[in-house]
């Protein structure tokens, strides 16, 4: 019997089992996909979000605000790129600006620091693209942004550096009762057995609590979906610019990303389907529309690429965190929306400290924060370049051309601990694909990297996972 399996390994069920590995506890991750983060990590507006929009008194409000003050070190320690790069909220008429007064004062009420109103001139001093019809703006200058698939990567990396196990295509179907702990059964039929199970399964998180609770819970998918825009159009905007939020959402919103690109979106839909991530037409005109607005001369011809992200909307308004009262071993981690990237940090202490008193776990003095990290040759100065050539000539066969990503950190993200074995897993830990042309030239040279480190026949190389193989040949004839 192993201590504690967590199931999913978004970016809270991997982070809560990175704080785990801090305790002398065995931790086994079970996750569907074939990769960290396939689910709402993968795809939302990547925004740690300063903590004036939440309810005050909820878990929402409380661990945004913790959340967001972690960033710094957590990022700092793994490795990964944060900015305090300030939110904006925008008015743009005189019914929003009580909205404005409203947010600063919930955000006060939350304890977020530094929140201000400004009008309509400095808002243009600020951020000059902002649409000539703005009158102020809330300025929040502990708002920022973060990747949070790189983010969830290191996270891994480092829970697993420090002992903790992935099992990846191993979805959960059941928990039940088993002893003093829990039974997993798995979708192909394992068991595991566990003392403690954390549940972090997103979407699916209310199947697992309603199974051992008599407190149900319903979680019902509401996609979001963006536009991505082109690094060409870097420095358009320095902050996050947003929209006085409606009942559905913060709106959408205009920011750049860590990365250089900016992302437009999201908007938001009620769903039956979990599995619906499709874009739609009469989505992004709507966000167009609505960007027109926030960025004057709004560049439609940037667009790169186009997606959307599920958020898990639960029916209980708020995040649900830890024991049932009718289940105790059974913590949750479930309906998690936004602010659920900024959220983590704060919920993965707060969780695992919980965990580690249920099994009465003492702290594991070995424990080493950090995840390892190969150097990219696009942040890298000439001479530094030169020396990275000379230590590994790969790093001198530039991959993709769009993001500037050689070979050599390919091969890395393929052989590091939880490593990519798919295109997107390679995408997302490199960068390769993401840029202008969305790999348009370098998908054939990424197949043929899996398949030398994998050892496996073009055919069988996937997108992620499952049934989404890219080519097609040998298999038939
Ligand atoms: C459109 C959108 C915009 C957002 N914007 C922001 C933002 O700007 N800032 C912010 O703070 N938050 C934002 N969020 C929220 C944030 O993305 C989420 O709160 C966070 O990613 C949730 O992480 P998670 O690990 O709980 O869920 P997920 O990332 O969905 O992970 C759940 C995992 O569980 C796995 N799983 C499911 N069922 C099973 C099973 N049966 N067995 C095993 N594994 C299973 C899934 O495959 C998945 O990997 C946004 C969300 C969306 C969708």
């Given at each position: 019997m192993t201590d504690v399996i967590v199931i999913g390994a978004g970016l809270v069920g991997c982070a809560v089992a990175r704080e785990l590995a801090r305790y002398k506890v065995h931790v086994r991750v079970l996750e569907r996909s074939c990769d960290v983060a396939e689910g709402a990590t993968k795809s939302n507006s990547a925004i740690v979000h300063a903590g004036y929009d939440a309810k005050p008194g909820t878990h929402k409000a409380r661990f945004n605000v913790a959340g967001n003050a972690l960033f710094e070190p957590l990022c700092r320690e793994l490795g990964v790129p944060f900015q305090r790069n300030t939110s904006l909220v925008v008015a743009f008429s005189s019914e929003d600006r009580p909205k404005?007064?409203?947010?600063?004062?919930?955000?006060?009420?939350?304890?977020?620091?530094?929140?201000?109103?400004?009008?309509?001139?400095?808002?243009?001093?600020?951020?000059?693209?902002?649409?000539?019809?703005?009158?102020?703006?809330?300025?929040?200058?502990?708002?920022?942004?973060?990747?949070?698939?790189?983010?969830?990567?290191?996270?891994?990396?480092?829970?697993?550096?420090?002992?903790?196990?992935?099992?990846?295509?191993?979805?959960?179907?059941?928990?039940?009762?088993?002893?003093?702990?829990w039974r997993v059964e798995t979708e192909d039929g394992r068991t595991y057995e566990a003392r403690v199970v954390?549940?972090?399964?997103?979407?699916?998180?209310?199947?697992?609590?309603?199974?051992?609770?008599?407190?149900?819970?319903?979680?019902r998918p509401r996609r979001g979906e963006y536009l991505m825009i082109d690094k060409l159009f870097?420095?358009?905007?320095?902050?996050?610019?947003?929209?006085?939020?409606?009942?559905?959402?913060?709106?959408?919103?205009?920011?750049?990303?860590?990365?250089?690109?900016?992302?437009?979106?999201?908007?938001?839909?009620?769903?039956?389907?979990?599995?619906?991530?499709?874009?739609?037409?009469?989505?992004?005109?709507?966000?167009?529309?609505?960007?027109?607005?926030?960025?004057?001369?709004?560049?439609?011809?940037?667009?790169?690429?186009?997606?959307?992200?599920?958020?898990?909307?639960?029916?209980?308004?708020?995040?649900?965190?830890?024991?049932?009262?009718?289940?105790?071993?059974?913590?949750?981690?479930a309906a998690i929306e936004s602010p659920g990237l900024t959220a983590a940090p704060a919920l993965a202490v707060w969780l695992a400290e919980r965990v580690a008193d249920r099994l009465g776990a003492t702290k594991r003095p070995e424990f080493a924060g950090g995840s390892s990290h190969w150097p990219q040759f696009r942040s890298m100065s000439s001479s530094e370049r030169a020396a990275a050539i000379a230590r590994d000539p790969a790093y001198g066969r530039i991959v993709c051309r769009c993001e500037g990503v050689s070979e050599a950190e390919i091969r890395a993200a393929i052989r590091c601990r939880i490593g990519a074995r798919t295109l997107d897993g390679v995408k997302r830990r490199t960068r390769a694909g993401m840029g202008r042309c969305q790999g348009g030239f370098c998908t054939p040279r990424i197949?043929?990297?899996?398949?030398?480190?994998?050892?496996?026949?073009?055919e069988e190389v996937t997108k992620f996972g499952g049934g989404s193989f890219l080519l097609k040949g040998a298999r038939e004839s």
């Open positions: 404005l007064e409203e947010l600063k004062a919930r955000g006060e009420t939350n304890g977020v620091p530094g929140l201000r109103i400004v009008e309509r001139e400095e808002v243009l001093t600020l951020e000059p693209n902002i649409g000539p019809d703005v009158i102020a703006a809330l300025v929040a200058p502990t708002g920022g942004i973060c990747c949070p698939y790189e983010l969830t990567y290191r996270l891994a990396e480092s829970a697993a550096a420090n002992g903790v196990e992935f099992s990846f295509n191993c979805g959960a179907r059941t928990v039940a009762r088993y002893g003093g702990g954390l549940n972090a399964a997103g979407l699916y998180a209310d199947v697992f609590n309603n199974q051992v609770s008599g407190e149900k819970l319903t979680i870097a420095g358009a905007f320095r902050a996050t610019v947003f929209q006085v939020p409606t009942a559905m959402g913060k709106g959408v919103l205009v920011s750049p990303t860590v990365d250089g690109t900016l992302i437009v979106g999201p908007t938001a839909e009620e769903l039956e389907d979990k599995s619906d991530t499709r874009t739609t037409a009469a989505s992004l005109a709507k966000i167009r529309q609505s960007a027109e607005r926030v960025w004057n001369g709004f560049p439609s011809s940037g667009v790169i690429a186009t997606f959307a992200g599920l958020r898990a909307h639960g029916d209980r308004g708020d995040f649900v965190l830890g024991e049932p009262p009718d289940a105790p071993g059974f913590f949750n981690a197949i043929a990297i899996l398949c030398e480190e994998l050892g496996v026949a073009p």
